[in-house]
Every structure is written in C-alpha cells, then in structure tokens.
C-alpha cells in the first residue's frame, strides 16, 4: 500500500502545496518536463475542464462520426478508426463517469490505471473521492516533512572602497602614493539555520549567526521548538546563547478573518544584568490587497511603528510611521514586479531625526533558483553605497560596498552605470548561454525518453487527418453555402517559424482537422496545449509553439496567431485583415 501510494502521489496533477501551508512552491521554468506524456481528454474532446455532461456527449458524438469503424470500408481504413474510436470511447468513459472523473481531475491517468486504490468504488461520492485523495497526500507530506531539514543560510561581507572617490585633503599625500587605492574588508557576517519537523503540528529550530567587525566578532545560537495549537495560529518557544542566556516566547494568533496578532517576549541575562524585551503586532487586511499593521516595541529602545502594505500581482507599495527613541522617521517604498523580465524595480525613501536616505535598485532573475539584486543607498549621514545581494536557493551573500562618506556625484554615477555595465556583459557571455545550453539538453532528454510516443502520436495524427477528409469537405461545403467560416490555413509549431517555409519539421499543417472542430460557423478552442487535439501532435516539444489561422468569415478574410495554451474564439472582428 505504501509503495502504491507513492506511485499516486508522485504522479499527481496538484500538488500537495495546495492542500497544506507548509508545502513549498517552487519557481517553475519556461519549459516543464514530465517524465511521461500525459492524455489530456479534456482537449481531446476540445471541451472545457468544467464542461457538462451534455457538452461532453456532444463532442464524443461529433467525434464518433468521424472515427467509428462502421463509417469506413477499406479494412485498413476500418482498423485506423477503430483506434481513434477506441481513444475516444475512452475519453468519453471517463469524463461522463463522475467517479472516474473525479480521480482523473487529481491523479491523471496515473490515478485511472492503478489497481486496487481503495477509493475506486462504486459507493464512493466524487467528494469522497477528493478527501480520501487529500488523506493519503497528507500521510505522504507528514512521511516528506520528516526528512526535510530546509537549510537557510546567509553571507555578508562589508566592504570599504571609500578611498575610490576620496575627497580629505588630509589623505591626498598617502592617497597619491598609492597606485591602487585600499579596499578593505572592514565586517563579515554568517547565519544559518535548520527545521526539524517533529509531527505536522511540531518543528524545532536551530540557527546560529557569528560576525566580526574591524576586529572584534560575537556569535550566538539559538533553539527554539514551534507548535500549531490549531488553524488559527502557533506558539513557540526559543533558548538562545551568545552575549548572554536569553529566553523567549512568541505566538500568532488570527483574531478574524482580517484580524491577526503576534506577540514575544524575551528575557536576556547580560553582564550589565537582565533585560527584558516585549514586541506585539496587531494587523488588519483593509482589503484583498492591503494590510495595515500597528507594532509596538519595548527593550533597550523603545518605539511605535505604523505600515501600511499594498502588495498585488503588478506593485508592491510600503509606507511606515516609526516614532521611537532614540529616532523617529518616515518611510515610503516602491516595488514595481517585471513579470514579463522576472525582474523588480525598487525605490524608497527614508527622512527622519537621524538624516535621510535614498535607495533605489533592481533585482532580476538570473536563473530557475538563482537571483541579483543592486541596489544604490545615497543618505546623510550615512554617505554612498552600493548593495549587492546574491541568492542562491535558499542561501544569500550580501555585499554593501561604501563607496563615500559624502554625497557627490562620481560614486553615484559609477556606482549606479558599473553594475549595469557589468551585468550585460555578464549576461551575454555566461548567464545567457548556460541558459540556452541547459534548455538545449533538457529538450534533446526529453525528446529522446518520447521518441517512440512521440512518433506513434504523429503517426495517430496523420491517420486523424487522412479519416476527416469526407467529414471537413462536408463542412466546407456547408459552410460556403452560408457564407460562413472557412479554414483557408492553419499552420501549428514553434512560434518563430511560422512565417518559414523551410521549418517543416517544427511545423504541422492542421487546416483540416480546425475546420473539422467549427460548429455553426463558429470555432472555440478552451485554454490547454492544442496538440492533444484530434489530428494534432507536437512537432517541438519542450519549445514554446504557437497556432496561427487563416480563415475568411462573410467573404472577408481574417488571419490570428496564439500562443499554445491560449483561448481561441472565432470569428472577431479584431482579425479582420486591413485593405
């Protein structure tokens, strides 16, 4: 039973990181490899992923009148169709039967083709069928959470490179005797921390941090143990050992649906005696984009912080109120989130009884788990700097470079153009090309594990193609009587060679199995691949395609391109070619 239920699991369509909190979601790449060529009956039968029944039958209807066996009387003929039938039938079974449907919709086929599953029964609901499949994903993420120990870790390495735009005039005699100007390491910093989850309710911590600073260092380690004391929130109690015995408790709390808390408390044992220290949160969703929190601190300083948060799918914006001792200020940021780049622009700016700063940076995607961020800091008193941060999975390398003491326009400049500069040429010869190399090699490994399924499917579209000929002249033929919408081309393959002839072998003419799908002078084409479509196959996987159509409506000509996993609805006005 449990290796079955690994198999289930492993092949699951939705996972399980949408069923516990904890899960992760990892960032997914352009292309996405699986390790088996899925069905998907949905866009076989070319109907949507909530279609009803009678949109199902209907479309096993349309398609039995091309395939069944019975239509065709050439014993080869015959024997082609019965396979396409057989492949339809099947679609059909599974997607009429709510049972089937059910297990199809979580586990693919994977799902259908195991035996023995208890949750394939007859006295079993569909939504038996989902919370039985939700308990055995459980069983499987609480056997996983057991072997993660999710290690998080961080580097920063301070550097002083103000003798680059040094302006003392007290300096000029030791700063001319140099050739090279002294860059030094002036602090460094480490950090890393573990999970040990105990139960899916209990997980222990430890992590510990070391720094040096011009010659002096500190460290410290802390463990601390998490508990769920329900869906609402947590408690948690943490030991920490540095400059001084430390003991802690924190705990989380949703009051409301838009009304959560947090607290802790700490109690350091410090050679200046014990310290107490005590910080609560209290935070409200305003609306499905905004939260508001309201902070208040109280140890060695003391302060009352109020933000404002609006995070969406495009910015994220930030405004704080912080009045403290021994400093007060104001603090307004910006995010803007290049989805189409994987890349952020950022702003901030900072004013208040200790001076004021201005920050300002971009952070982009290098690769599928690799990220830089550069960042300019220009303040009073604080001078120029230039921020550097790498991350790499979980771990990340910081490194704040002072540039200047005073605000002048040189380190700005320089340090604003270099890491430009730096980084195209970066791009361009390294990150581009192992990028490029590494999609190269995945496409070529996953086409040669698909070969021999990738060949049987051309092969399954071609007899498709050659059954629909008496099917697509009928409805040519009935479409030009009513003037209505005809497929003069359709040509399906890697978007970059559409408008080439001499890419044969990454494009597909499928004029006549488009035309085939158009019922009543219309043509709709749901959001999946379109090459599990009937007559349809994949002529470059793993590489982005495209569809592009060529029809006429009322006599008038139209042409559209989409992407593959695009909606298609037509005839529209939009695709009216221009005279």
């Excluded at 899960?23 to 909530?50: G, K």
């Excluded at 050992?241 to 949703?254: D, I, Q, V």
């Excluded at 691949?529 to 006429?552: H, I, N, R």
Aim: proline fraction near 4%; aromatic fraction near 8%; charge should be neutral.
């Amino acid at each position: 039973m449990i290796k079955k239920l690994d198999m289930l699991i492993t092949y699951s369509r939705r996972t399980c990181a949408r069923i516990f909190l904890i899960s992760e979601s990892p960032v997914h790449t352009v292309m996405e490899l699986s390790e088996e060529l899925e069905e998907d009956f949905y866009t076989f039968l070319n109907v949507s992923r909530t279609a009803p029944q009678e949109d199902i039958t209907n479309a096993y209807r349309r398609l039995s009148r091309i395939y069944h066996p019975d239509k065709h009387t050439d014993p080869l003929r015959k024997k082609e169709a019965e396979v396409l039938f057989n492949k339809t039938k099947r679609a059909y079974e599974v997607l009429s039967d709510a049972h089937k449907r059910a297990i199809y919709d979580n586990l693919g086929t994977k799902g259908l083709e195991t035996e023995g599953w208890e949750i394939v029964q007859r006295t079993k609901t569909p939504q038996e069928i989902r919370e039985e499949y939700e308990r055995l994903a459980q069983q499987k993420e609480e056997h996983r959470l057991h072997q993660r120990t999710n290690p998080k870790g961080s580097v920063t390495v301070s550097i002083d490179a103000t003798e680059l735009f040094t302006t003392y005039e007290d300096a000029y005699d030791e700063y001319e005797s140099r050739i090279i100007p002294s860059i030094e390491v002036k602090g460094m910093s480490f950090s890393q921390s573990v999970e040990a989850p105990l139960t899916l309710k209990d997980t222990a911590f430890m992590s510990g941090q070391l720094s040096t600073h011009k010659g002096q260092g500190s460290g410290s380690v802390n463990v601390s143990l998490r508990r769920l004391t329900s869906a609402e929130g947590y408690a948690e109690v943490e030991m920490g050992f540095g400059s001084g015995l430390s003991f802690s408790a924190k705990g989380f709390r949703n009051l409301t649906k838009r009304i959560f808390t947090n607290m802790s408390g700490i109690v350091t044992f410090a050679d200046r005696g014990i310290v107490l220290g005590f910080v609560s949160t209290l935070a409200h969703q305003l609306d499905k984009n905004t939260v508001g929190y309201l902070t208040y601190k109280t140890s060695g300083q003391s302060s009352m912080t109020t933000m404002l948060v609006r995070d969406t799918h495009r910015y994220r914006s930030q405004a704080s109120i912080v009045l403290g001792v021994p400093h007060s200020y104001l603090s307004l940021s910006y995010c803007h989130k290049l989805e189409k780049h994987d890349g952020r622009l950022r702003g901030a700016i900072k004013a208040g009884t200790f001076g004021a700063l201005v920050e300002y940076g971009l952070e982009r995607k290098v690769s599928e788990h690799s990220s830089l961020a550069v960042a300019m800091s220009v303040g009073v008193p604080t001078g120029v700097m230039l921020k550097i941060k790498v991350s790499r999975g979980n771990q990340i390398y910081n490194f704040p470079i002072h540039l200047c003491e005073e605000v002048l326009p040189s380190p700005i400049f320089y340090g604003t153009v270099t890491p430009m500069i730096a980084w195209i040429f970066v791009r361009r010869l390294i990150v581009e090309p192992y990028v490029q190399q590494q999609k190269a090699k995945d496409i070529e490994r996953h086409r040669a594990m698909h070969h021999s399924q990738m060949l049987e499917r051309r092969r399954e579209a071609e007899i498709a193609i050659d059954l629909m000929k008496e099917t697509y002249r009928r409805i040519v033929e009935d479409e030009e009587n009513r003037k209505g919408l005809i497929i003069s081309k359709s040509v399906y393959g890697r978007w970059l060679d559409l408008n080439h002839r001499d890419h044969s072998d990454t494009l597909t003419d499928v004029t006549i199995p488009l035309q085939c799908l158009v019922k009543d002078s219309k043509l709709i084409l749901h959001d999946a691949s379109k090459s599990q479509l009937p007559g349809f196959y994949d002529p470059c996987m793993g590489e982005d395609k495209s569809l592009y159509v060529q029809y006429s409506f009322h006599g008038v000509p139209h042409e559209v391109t989409i992407q593959d996993s695009d909606t298609l609805r037509i005839p529209k006005q939009s695709h009216r070619k221009q005279p």
